[in-house]
């Protein structure tokens, strides 16, 4: 079972996931822009070794079905969890959860946001994970 933050960081844990995996499809891009280049650099007669190219190519085309999966993951859960913060009743709340866990804000901009102390805002914030549970049965 799940605590809210657990519940609500599942979000950025998708983004970062998708960033990483983003980073390593350019990464082979790259290298694999390098290759091609390189064999075609190459005055040889014989046919060149295209083994490592297409082993570039079959590792993007899994990461780009990888980060299609987890995009797709990412908008649902986004939706679902819009709606859940949406169900509570104190604006501060869903202001609180929704820039947190959905922005990725830091406490210090939330606070600003709200007009609050950083201290005050982190009792919001663990008053909005109580209520969203609450709400939520996680």
Same mark, same amino acid.
């Given at each position: +079972?799940?605590?809210?933050?657990?519940?609500?960081? +599942?979000?950025?844990? *998708?983004?970062?996931?998708?960033?990483?995996?983003?980073?390593?499809?350019?990464?082979?891009?790259?290298?694999?822009?390098?290759?091609? @280049?390189?064999?075609?650099?190459?005055?040889?007669?014989? !046919?060149?070794?295209?083994?490592?190219?297409?082993?570039?190519?079959?590792?993007?085309?899994?990461?780009?079905?990888?980060?299609?999966? +987890?995009? @797709?993951?990412?908008?649902?859960?986004?939706?679902? *969890?819009?709606?859940?913060?949406?169900? *509570?009743?104190?604006?501060?709340?869903?202001?609180?959860?929704?820039?947190?866990?959905?922005?990725?804000? !830091?406490?210090?901009? *939330?606070?600003?946001?709200?007009?609050?102390?950083?201290?005050?805002?982190?009792?919001? =914030?663990?008053?909005?994970?109580?209520?969203?549970?609450?709400? =939520?049965?996680?």
């Amino acid at each position: +079972q799940m605590t809210a933050k657990e519940y609500l960081n +599942q979000l950025m844990s *998708i983004e970062k996931l998708i960033q990483v995996k983003t980073t390593e499809r350019e990464r082979l891009m790259a290298l694999a822009t390098k290759v091609t @280049s390189a064999l075609n650099d190459c005055k040889v007669e014989t !046919s060149p070794d295209n083994t490592k190219t297409q082993n570039i190519i079959i590792k993007m085309a899994e990461l780009r079905e990888e980060i299609e999966e +987890q995009a @797709s993951r990412y908008t649902s859960l986004y939706r679902k *969890i819009e709606e859940e913060i949406d169900d *509570i009743e104190d604006d501060r709340y869903k202001i609180l959860l929704m820039m947190r866990y959905m922005k990725g804000a !830091s406490f210090s901009d *939330i606070a600003d946001k709200l007009g609050y102390e950083k201290r005050w805002t982190l009792v919001l =914030h663990k008053r909005a994970l109580k209520d969203f549970e609450k709400r =939520h049965c996680i």
